[in-house]
Each structure stands twice: as C-alpha cells, then as structure tokens.
C-alpha cells in the first residue's frame, strides 16, 4: 500500500521562503510539526491565507501568551493510565500520541510535548477498568490518532472491547479520511477488520475531523465511499476557526459537501483555550452567527449539527446569543446536569464559558480520580527534553 510521504521538518518545505521557515524553527522546538506529502498538495501556496496552509503550517501567534496546555482539565478525567471516564456511560481509550499531520489548533498539543505520556501503547489497564464498570456502553478510542496505528494494533484493541459484553458502540476518533484517504480504499485489512465488527447489532463510527470543504477531495469521498461499503458510520466534528472555517459560505459548503458524501454533520465546536492557539480564536458570538448563517444555506441534514464547548464541566451547547445574553444548555454533564438550562449574559470579548459572568454557578473544579497523571498546567512552558539514560558499559 502507497503512503504519502511525512515531513517533520520545516526545511523540507521549500514552497515557504527561507526566511520565514527560519522564523517557524522556534515554533516548532515548542509545537511540534508533522505534515504529509498528501495533503501539502491542497495548499494554494498563491494564497498567504490559505485555511489549509493555516491548519498545518506553524504561525507566529502559537508563541503569544493564551490558554492553558489542558484547557479541559483532561488530567482530571483519568481513572486508569490511558483511559479517561469523564461521562457515566463513555470512556476514552487515549491510544495513540501521534497524527497524520498536527493541526496547529489541536486541543491537545500537550500530548505532542516530549515529557508527558498520556497516550498509551499499552491499553491493557484501560480494557482492564471497562471491563470492569457495565455503566461503560460506549468507547471512543482517541489520541493522537488510532488509525495511524498499524491494523494489527487496531485488531487487538477492537477484539478486546467486543468481548466486553456491556460495551455496545465502538467510536474511532480520526483525521485520517482527510490527512491519508488512501488508507482507507487501499488497506484491505483494515477493511477487513471493520465489517468483522461493525455489524447491524454493534457499529463502529469513525468521528471524523474534517474542518473545511477543500479536504473533502475525490481522494476523501472515496475513502469514506470504503468505509461506508465495510460496514462503518462516518460522523463529523471540527472546531469554528478564525481564518480557516469562520466564512459563513465555507461553513454552509461543508454541510453540504459531508451531507452529499453521506457523512453526518455531528458537532461544531469553539476552539478550547488551548495554549498556541491564539490565532484561531473567534467571539462566542461570532462563532454563533457564523454557524447559523451557515445552517440557513444548507438542508435538514445539514441542520442536524449542534454548536458546543467541550468545558471541563460537560458539553455546554450554544442555543443562541442574542442582545447579549448566551443562551445554553448541558448537552452532556460530568456531574449529572443533563438538559440543565441557563441564561447569561455574554460580553462582546468572551470566548469561553469561564468568561460569561456567573458561569461558576454552575458548576464546580474537579479533582484526580488517579494522582499518576501529572497536569501538563502546572509543568513548564516549554517542553523540557528528555534525558538519555546512561548507557552500561562494555565489558
């Protein structure tokens, strides 16, 4: 099977002046950067503000003082290593720590710094603790990206939770239709592996990440094409990004381009205050009237995706802003706030939940389920390198 060939240096990118791939070299000692061949092919290098450029390619903004590493509090989640259970019923395999290109928006770029180990190879003590908690009915296996990961790696993990009885839909968390569509109609193992265990009864949904309607390319339609005939629902979330997606028209062409493609428009996000992210930040509002203007252009399926915050405290969705007021609602509670409803007023400049007054009302700061995990908030800016161990010596 052809693979697209990776790049992990910026040097390599020789469509980027000299000059400003000396000034991105510090950007990526602090961020790191991947990108494939693939996928540099969609950049309209004519363009300085090309929203695929914007998506992979570093900016000088990541080095702006913003956010936190773990904006969500995820560090909180963890009730084994690699396994958070934040929502009574679902729980999150983190399996892998590496992607098919790294979005510089990405929420966790923690996971990427060369001292912290989230993401484990090792999912044993994660099936161990689903195994043994029947509220679990659903698994989503995250990162990083799982289908990076090689198919035999994959088998073993699929297998292991469809023999878990309680465990009913299998979720795979992946930008791989759009960074590496090839895997997808060329991997006949892979294909294999899905319509063994997507079945009528238990399916498995790859949660796509398509963020702008020039990913979905003939490459990509085919490739969801494959996993649709394997068996598999491919549903769609990306976050609202200034400078990538915020054009109400793109916004509108994406619904219609996943409807058309049989690929259910799921979430819409606002980006996490995630430390890097500066650039992509838009208003609550602004993401709100973007999402709407965009729904009025497009069908009833498009129409189906619901704007969110993924808040340390639940999924808060956004039902309107209007003369000021931020109208929400919990469309998932870590703490059992289901369907709670709430009004508050919405300042011009707020960007985040914690930045709607009185929004503390509403909820309360976590604590460790397990102390092993250390918060990447409380360790040091930039990523300290690891040590060598000492090697013995010869005899």
């Known amino acids: 099977m052809a693979q697209p060939k990776y790049i992990t240096k910026i040097d390599q990118i020789e469509q980027i002046p000299e000059e400003e791939r000396e000034r991105l070299k510090k950007i990526t000692e602090k961020f790191v950067f991947r990108v494939n061949e693939y996928y540099l092919g969609l950049i309209n290098w004519e363009d300085p503000n090309d929203p695929i450029k914007n998506l992979v390619i570093p900016n000088e903004g990541e080095l702006e003082e913003y956010g936190r590493w773990d904006a969500s509090d995820e560090d909180t989640n963890y009730a084994a290593p690699g396994c958070q259970h934040k929502y009574e019923t679902t729980a999150l395999l983190i399996c892998s720590e590496v992607c098919g290109a790294y979005c510089r928006y990405c929420f966790r770029k923690r996971l990427f710094r060369n001292d912290v180990k989230e993401a484990m190879s090792d999912v044993d003590p994660g099936l161990e603790y689903i195994r043994n908690h029947p509220e679990i009915n659903n698994v989503l296996l995250t990162g990083g990206d799982p289908l990076i990961l090689a198919t035999k790696k994959l088998r073993y993990i699929i297998e292991e939770l469809r023999n878990i009885p309680h465990v009913k839909i299998i979720r795979i968390g992946s930008k791989l239709p759009v960074f590496n569509p090839m895997r997808f109609y060329e991997d006949e193992s892979l294909l294999d ?180 995990v250390v918060s990447v908030n409380e360790m040091p800016d930039m990523p300290q390198k690891r040590k060598r161990k000492p090697q013995a010596a010869s005899k």
């Open 193 to 372: 592996l899905i319509r063994e265990y997507s079945t009528p009864e238990n399916r498995i949904y790859i949660m796509a990440h398509v963020n702008h309607p020039r990913e979905i390319t003939e490459e990509a339609k085919k490739g969801f094409a494959a996993l649709h005939d394997a068996g598999a629902i491919v549903v769609n979330q990306t976050p609202i990004l200034k400078g990538i997606n915020d054009n109400p028209d793109d916004l509108a062409e994406l619904l219609d381009k996943l409807s058309w493609a049989g690929v259910t428009p799921y979430y819409f996000f606002i980006n996490r205050p995630v430390a890097g992210n500066n650039d992509f930040v838009l208003t609550l509002k602004e993401a709100y009237d973007a999402v709407e203007t965009a729904k009025a252009r497009t069908s009833g399926l498009g129409k189906r995706i619901r704007l969110s915050m993924s808040h340390t405290s639940g999924k808060i969705e956004i039902l309107a802003i209007e003369d000021g007021k931020a109208y929400l609602k919990y469309h998932q509670s870590r703490d059992g706030n289901y369907g709670k409803f709430m009004v508050l007023d919405c300042p011009e400049y707020a960007s985040w939940f914690d930045e709607l007054p009185g929004n503390e009302q509403y909820w309360e700061q976590p604590e460790k389920k397990v102390e092993e």
